[in-house]
């Protein structure tokens, strides 16, 4: 069993990635309009018809824009906490009823052999989460969309074989930019974005444990580069004498127009990430 996932797109335009584990696959977040998160899909040799269910860490528009031509043309349920899901009340008024599924925040869900838990985080949203996913002794943990990273996410994030997690800005970037004050501010913030150093900071704390690599995600377009952000964390990990031997640890890159490889949670650094699979026939996804 494998618990394998490619990140659709990610950055200050869109967000949505997929989860799957054998028979089950799950769309966290779309940010994206409903073509193009098609394209990406067909990209990895997706379709809407694969997805069994779709997780919302929170009603932002860069993860939802595409959520209600989404399940209204694949008829699948939509996850989210109460909160959230009333913040989305417009998005999804003619949806049936079956069809919006309140997960608690903190709550667990099982499709087949696919394990979700949530976690509350701190951003500027009605009440906002991130997600982890388990299968075949895997996880998967992501952490986007947050001020800061507290005690009870690191618990959260710990153990996780792959880590996706913010690294939205470079401060100084930020700084000099051309956002009014109060948009900076709000960046800036305990419910805001996570910045590059801070990215660093965080995995100071977690890098004791089992994870192999770490994507780091939601990019602001403006305010950094993939570049900047793994130099600084890089930077950040040196500093501080966390070393790694060869092929120990990697970070990767998300990308806001295009989907990442296929990659298996449970893959040691040394074997390459999956390639495109084959659609899966009658409910099996994806060859692991």
Do not use: Q
């Not at 305990?190 to 444990?209: F, I, P, Q, V």
């Not at 130099?231 to 120990?248: A, C, D, H, K, S």
Request: proline share 5%.
């Amino acid at each position: 069993m494998s618990l394998s996932f490619t990140i659709l797109a990610s950055g200050s335009t869109g967000n949505a990635a997929v989860v799957a584990a054998n028979e089950a696959a799950v769309l966290v977040d779309a940010g994206l309009s409903l073509r193009k998160i098609e394209a990406l899909m067909a990209e990895r040799n997706l379709s809407g018809a694969d997805i069994d269910a779709v997780l919302i860490t929170h009603e932002h528009t860069d993860h939802i824009r595409g959520l209600g031509a989404f399940v209204r043309k694949y008829k699948v349920p939509v996850y989210a906490n109460e909160k959230t899901l009333g913040a989305l009340r417009k998005e999804l008024s003619d949806l049936d009823a079956s069809l919006r599924r309140v997960l608690p925040t903190g709550g667990v869900l099982e499709i087949a052999d696919l394990r979700v838990e949530s976690y509350a985080v701190s951003h500027d949203a009605a009440e906002p989460v991130g997600y982890c996913f388990f299968a075949g002794g895997s996880k998967l943990a992501m952490a986007t969309d947050l001020g800061y990273v507290s005690d009870k996410v690191i618990r959260r994030l710990a153990d996780a074989d792959v880590l996706v997690l913010e690294a939205n800005h470079d401060v100084e970037m930020l700084r000099m930019g051309r956002y009014p004050w109060n948009v900076k501010r709000r960046i800036l913030g305990d419910t805001g974005h996570l910045s590059n150093d801070a990215a660093g900071e965080a995995l100071l704390r977690l890098l004791a444990g089992t994870t192999r690599r770490v994507y780091l995600a939601h990019l602001s377009l403006e305010h950094n580069m993939m570049d900047l952000a793994k130099l600084t964390v890089n930077r950040i990990l040196e500093e501080n004498g966390v070393t790694f031997r060869p092929g120990e640890f990697m970070l990767c890159e998300t990308y806001p127009d295009r989907p990442t490889p296929w990659d298996d949670a449970g893959r040691p650094n040394g074997e390459a990430p999956a390639l495109l699979p084959s659609p899966r026939p009658s409910g099996e996804f994806p060859p692991g």
